[in-house]
């Protein structure tokens, strides 16, 4: 079993949608969690990064971590056919020692007009 | 250049052969990360370096894999003998400091095709 299990998708949407994007994991240790969005043929960018439990609110995104569960959740409100990429999640059991990042496989997101 | 920058973007090789790929990371930046993307594993961690430390190197699959950093800047990533489950996405990363809250940087990468 994965350190980090995320639905691989396809996802399709229609423009406007509430998308709700997650990811399981089975390491209690790990403290900080990040979603990445990967346009295709491109590198990973950073979209949001939380410490610890806790909702966090940026623009149309909003990330979402429930340790107790071990359950992260990315929401992407309006969404746009500029949102179409693939969302990756990644989390890392911080310890001042480095950016060691596990990932998730990724989701496929489609946004359609 | 303003970003993280990788090259060649493209290497089509036989298997067998050695590669060198290559990763300018942003100037300034300490820490340095190198990445494999498979289709449909995500990513994987290969190595990192920070600074002059040693490297973290538990990610390296296999002894054929080696990676250096000169001067603190620009690394090589070392592929021997390759063998077709090369074939992937290599993804470098840098960061100004391994601290709390610090984004890393992503490079487009280099699609490793073995042959």
């Known amino acids: 079993q994965k350190e980090v299990e995320q639905d691989p998708g396809p996802l399709s949407v229609p423009e406007g949608a509430i998308v709700s994007l997650n990811c399981t994991y089975s390491?209690?240790?790990?403290?900080?969690f990040m979603w990445y969005r990967q346009y295709s043929r491109k590198g990973p960018e950073l979209l949001m990064y939380?410490?610890?439990?806790g909702n966090k609110e940026d623009g149309r995104f909003t990330a979402q971590v429930d340790k107790s569960s071990k359950y992260i959740s990315l929401f992407i409100r309006d969404s746009q056919p500029s949102d179409s990429a693939t969302y990756l999640c990644?989390?890392?059991?911080?310890?001042?020692?480095?950016?060691?990042?596990?990932f998730g496989t990724g989701t496929q997101l489609k946004v359609e007009l | 250049g303003a970003g993280v920058s990788q090259s060649p973007s493209n290497k089509v090789t036989e298997k067998g052969k050695d590669v060198e790929l290559r990763c300018d990371p942003i100037?300034?930046?300490?820490?340095l990360y190198w990445y494999r993307q498979s289709l449909g594993q995500g990513l994987e961690f290969l190595i990192y370096?920070?600074?002059?430390?040693?490297?973290?190197k538990s990610g390296l699959p296999s002894d054929r894999f080696s990676a250096e950093r000169t001067g603190g800047s620009v690394s090589t990533l070392t592929i021997q003998r390759t063998q077709q489950e090369d074939s992937a996405v290599y993804l470098c990363?840098?960061?100004?400091?391994?601290?709390?809250?610090?984004?890393?940087?992503f490079g487009q990468g280099t699609r490793l095709t073995v042959v």
């Open positions: 990363a840098s960061s100004p400091t391994t601290g709390m809250n610090t984004e890393a940087f």
């Open positions: 390491n209690s240790a790990f403290q900080y």
């Open positions: 939380t410490y610890s439990s």
């Open positions: 990644a989390m890392s059991p911080f310890t001042g020692g480095g950016n060691k990042l596990t």
């Open positions: 100037s300034g930046h300490t820490a």
């Open positions: 370096f920070q600074g002059n430390s040693a490297p973290d």
